[in-house]
């Protein structure tokens, strides 16, 4: 099953902050609270394991995540492939940031997943629905960062 997912964000705080942020997969990680393990590789390469509530179907899932494309501090590319409960899900994703009025950030994001197994069969509204909340609550946590 295939997921397209894309939105735009204000973010009140300088461009080369939120792009420093973004590249720190530990400062991220702050802001998803289903990570349940971090370990950077090296830079832009990164493993963890992320707990994953669909409907009825819990558990964790370990992800392998690039960071490519890097054009600091205005794009980056994030590809990750994971797997567990017998589903797998591969994540291609473009963030790119432009400077905006007042000091602020836009920030606009693209998200392709294909997921299969298991947690495919739970249908694309339950999936749908889970990932646009827990984006949302990514991106409500991104804003708390910068403007408290």
């Not at 530990?26 to 994953?52: T, W």
């Not at 558990?59 to 690039?66: E, I, L, Q, R, S």
């Not at 739970?122 to 708390?144: D, H, I, P, Y």
Request: proline fraction near 3%; include cysteine.
């Amino acid at each position: 099953m295939a997921l397209h997912f894309e939105g735009t964000l204000t973010i009140g705080a300088p461009r080369a902050r939120v792009w420093a942020f973004l590249l720190d997969p530990h400062a991220v990680s702050r802001c998803l609270p289903d990570v349940q393990s971090l370990e950077v590789l090296e830079a832009g390469k990164f493993k963890a394991v992320v707990r994953v509530g669909v409907g009825f179907i819990k558990g964790n899932f370990a992800f392998d995540v690039t960071m490519t494309d890097l054009n600091a501090p205005a794009h980056a590319r994030l590809m990750g492939r994971g797997g567990g409960l017998g589903s797998a899900v591969d994540v291609q994703s473009t963030v790119d940031l432009a400077e905006h009025e007042g000091g602020t950030t836009r920030l606009d994001w693209k998200a392709d997943v294909v997921v299969s197994g298991t947690i495919a069969s739970m249908g694309a509204r339950v999936l749908n629905s889970t990932v646009e909340r827990k984006t949302g609550e990514l991106f409500e946590c991104l804003k708390v960062q910068f403007e408290a």
